[in-house]
């Protein structure tokens, strides 16, 4: 069997490395070491940042339909527990783009929430 050097794999899997590093500062961008660890580093804290924005637009959404609702007169936990009774299915996102835009809609749907809680 042949003997692989790997010269061209190697110096492609170096190369995107370096890529991915561009713009760091001193030796985190030039040197191929201190560049993968800085990028893994990176990497990994991207990752993690994707799955916290989830989280945050979720609380932010479930902020914004409790102020509603509060102003409609009941609490955030009633207020979900009403639309699912009432066979209401849309979801936070949507509920709280009502909220902030739209405030008609969104107290006919608390009117409504009232009615089958009562």
């Known amino acids: ?35 993968k660890e800085s990028v893994e580093r990176a990497l990994k804290f991207a990752y993690i940042g994707r799955r916290i ?22 609490s955030y936990s009633q207020f979900m527990h009403g639309l699912k009774k009432a066979g209401i299915l849309l979801d936070r ?5 009502l909220a902030a835009t739209d405030e008609s809609s969104f107290a006919s749907l608390a009117i409504q929430v009232k009615q089958v809680l009562a």
């Open 53 to 74: 924005k989830k989280r945050d637009y979720r609380s932010l959404w479930i902020v914004r339909i409790n102020a509603a609702a509060r102003r409609s007169g009941l």
């Open 93 to 97: 996102k949507v509920l709280a783009n």
């Open 1 to 35: 069997m042949p003997r692989a050097k790997r010269g061209n794999k190697r110096l492609q899997r170096r190369k995107k490395i370096l890529k991915l590093a561009k713009g760091y500062k001193m030796t985190k961008s030039k040197l191929y070491r201190s560049a």
